[in-house]
């Protein structure tokens, strides 16, 4: 194999390809990253089995054929080259290292055979759901940051729930402390339902603009989820099993409901944790006519109090302690929002923030002797 591709070209796709590989999989030959060049393209694949990702770039393609190179190292290599053209060739009599040639720049590395390399999953006769980049940026980023970041026990709370109900597509994901929820109206009727897990979502961010309003094909298999655009294939292996049922945590019933400026009450978050004890940087939010208090205290460190003047305010006074780690969170993924409504459950068990779009983010309280 031997092929000529832009630096500029290869460099962000192997960054790309790299996160996905990981250096403690399984097998060795994870670890890197698929390389097969055929009729003046090279298409460039790396797999962990959980999460895979294929990427096809131009390239002058001098001999067909394909080797399996260590992503990381690979990756860095070419990060470091000078801007040029990449001179890929596999080294004979085994082919199964590769010659870097940039200039007077020489390397090689020592690869594995590409028909050790597992086949990604197959997608063919799978009817595709189309969603704007946007629209999935904008929801993954409003609900992602509340999945589990590792759970033994419930690996499931450590994907994002999507599916489609009554004209919206909706996204959810919890850790069993706090939950995100969002609705998207769509135009038409969609087949997914589905759990993916975060971390395939995260890459697919990082991948995509947010800002791109281009067509996006969502492949769903039994066992995979496929996102491809352009020249892109994202694959996540998807969590068996129902999600849990989180009708039953939302609360019905509200002690206190208030409105106040998101990015007023994320600044004053921000100050009074500062001198939050204990690892759930635990705050105290005193809602009453008019303010909203915050409240945090250290034994050691002191004490901060703060008041934000509420938009608007109904019902009964009422304190509530959360941890701001996870107000801070719900802030930032609304950040689109103006302004936030909280709504206090009647039994103090959690607070209820609804941004300007209507989707919804439950934190549960900590018990405290205030």
């Not at 940087?281 to 050691?300: I, Q």
Request: aromatic fraction near 6%.
């Amino acid at each position: 194999m031997r092929c000529l591709i832009e630096q500029q070209v290869l460099e962000p796709a192997l960054s790309a390809l790299a996160r996905i590989a990981q250096t403690r999989a399984p097998a060795a030959v994870l670890q890197g990253v698929l390389i097969e060049a055929e009729r003046g393209q090279v298409t460039l694949s790396a797999y962990d089995y959980d999460v895979a990702l294929r990427m096809t770039v131009e390239a002058s393609v001098v001999d067909p054929g394909g080797v399996v190179l260590p992503a990381k190292l690979f990756a860095e290599l070419v990060r470091r080259l000078p801007k040029g053209t990449v001179d890929v060739a596999t080294i004979a009599p085994h082919h199964l290292s590769a010659s870097i040639d940039v200039g007077t720049t020489h390397a090689e590395l020592h690869g594995f055979d590409p028909e050790e390399f597992p086949e990604l999953p197959d997608m063919k006769g799978i009817a595709p759901v189309e969603l704007s980049a946007k629209t999935l940026v904008e929801a993954v980023e409003s609900v992602g940051y509340a999945a589990a970041k590792e759970n033994a026990a419930r690996p499931i709370l450590e994907g994002v729930y999507v599916g489609y109900e009554g004209g919206k597509l909706i996204w959810m994901a919890t850790d069993g402390l706090r939950l995100a929820r969002v609705s998207q109206t769509v135009e038409r009727e969609m087949s997914i339902r589905c759990t993916i897990p975060r971390r395939a979502l995260t890459e697919l961010t990082r991948l995509l603009d947010a800002d791109h309003d281009a067509p996006l094909q969502v492949y769903q298999s039994a066992s995979y989820v496929m996102f491809a655009w352009d020249n892109v294939q994202l694959f996540g292996r998807l969590y068996q099993g129902e999600y849990p049922d989180t009708s039953r945590v939302m609360p019905r019933e509200f002690a206190a409901v208030c409105r106040v400026e998101r990015r007023r009450l994320e600044e004053a978050i921000e100050r009074v944790t500062i001198l939050a004890e204990n690892e759930r940087h635990t705050v105290l939010l005193y809602v009453k006519d008019g303010v909203l208090e915050l409240t945090s205290r250290s034994a050691e460190r002191g004490h901060a109090r703060e008041e934000v003047p509420l938009v608007e305010f109904k019902g009964e006074e009422v304190k509530i302690s959360l941890n701001a780690r996870y107000v801070l969170d719900t802030m930032s993924a609304a950040e689109s929002s103006k302004t936030m409504q909280m709504q206090v459950a009647r039994d103090r068990r959690s607070a209820l923030f609804s941004d300007e779009s209507d989707n919804v983010h439950l934190i549960s309280a900590i018990l405290t002797r205030d």
